[in-house]
């Protein structure tokens, strides 16, 4: 009797507790895998689509979100010109100085400048937002795991919350964010931004486009990587061919 109840007493301690429904909505829900022309070793930027995630992120991100490690000369490997560049940039107002009287004084934005951010300095983003600070999004598809399809499902995983889980004023319920509970609201939604071509104006086509601009702005050279990887396979490939033969005419002898 002994024995058998110190098997059950184990069985017990070591068996899984069943998880109520609040356990349960802190599960991590893996972000679906999305189809990127990025994707692979000869995938390529869309530019198209780059332009009309660059349009998403100044009409909507660039409220909250900066973009410091992006240079407006940089739009220049998204299919812009020069000129056009420079109009993008003069929509920008920065700050610079001192001039001659030490004032700071405003200014037009330069292609050689990068992208202003939309707070003047931590605290004051904090403060504009629920004590949350907003991500530089620079890097932000190299800084996430899975990174373009979970930035992806971050921005179309919006619903609401369960009945049994009380979320706090200024928080919001996303499937796909760790614990489901993400300070930032929902972003995107249907018809508000309004593209020049015939593409879908829908928060699926806009979390698509903005993330095509994203992962640029976090990886400019990936395709000149992917280009220089391809070359280098095909040099070693002869190289091997070349060694092979060389190693059958030096042995051939011997046979």
């Known amino acids: 009797m002994k024995k058998f109840s110190l098997i059950l007493l184990a069985t017990v301690l070591l068996s899984p507790l069943p998880m109520n429904a609040a356990q349960a909505s802190t599960e991590t829900v893996h972000p679906p895998k999305q189809s990127w022309s990025f994707d692979g070793p000869f995938g390529t930027f869309d530019r198209e689509a780059m332009q009309r995630g660059l349009k998403v992120y100044r ?5 909250c979100h900066s973009l410091k490690r992006v240079a407006f000369r940089n739009l220049t490997d998204l299919g812009y010109s020069e000129d056009q560049v420079k109009t993008i940039a003069a929509e920008y107002s920065l700050t610079d100085g001192p001039d001659e009287e030490g004032e700071m004084f ?3 934005a330069l292609p050689s400048d990068y992208f202003p951010s939309p707070y003047a300095n931590d605290n004051a983003a904090k403060s504009a937002n629920n004590n949350a600070l907003p991500p530089d999004l620079s890097l932000i598809t190299k800084a996430r795991h899975d990174g373009p399809n979970y930035v992806y499902a971050i921005l179309t995983g919006y619903e609401d919350a369960p009945s049994d889980m009380d979320l706090l004023d200024g928080q919001y319920y996303n499937e796909y964010m760790p614990g489901h509970v993400i300070a930032m609201p929902p972003p995107l939604s249907d018809d508000m931004v309004a593209y020049e071509d015939e ?3 829908i928060r699926e086509q806009y979390a698509r486009d903005v993330v095509q601009f994203l992962h640029w702005a976090a990886e400019p050279n990936l395709e000149a990587r992917k280009h220089t990887g391809v ?6 490939f002869a190289f091997a061919l070349i060694f092979y033969g060389i190693k059958k005419r030096t042995w051939a002898d011997l046979h």
């Open 106 to 108: 405003e200014r037009a």
């Open 231 to 236: 070359k280098v396979l095909l040099f070693l």
């Open 59 to 63: 009409e909507v991100c660039a409220a």
């Open 199 to 201: 593409s879908l104006q």
